[in-house]
């Protein structure tokens, strides 16, 4: 499915020796990095229409149900794909 992530965005036990000026890297979640490509097939797999959301212990979480229109919500989209790697991280 393409919200899932692929072998190549799976995070390793050892955080990734990664930078934010390696080609594709757009953001990092301690040192795991959220890549162009993740961005790209996240996005492309939401529809058009609604957005929602919940309240962790990390704060305000967005769950964004249709594709961001402006450059304030394409940023807050990639911030959501830092959470939601961090949360990953927390879990393991």
Known sequence: MPWEKSDADATPSEPAAASLSDPGVLALAKGQPITRALYTRRLEALPEDHASGFLTTFGSVRIIHRKPRSAEEK???L???VKEELLVQYAV
């Open 75 to 77: 940023k807050i989209f």
């Open 79 to 81: 911030e959501e794909l």
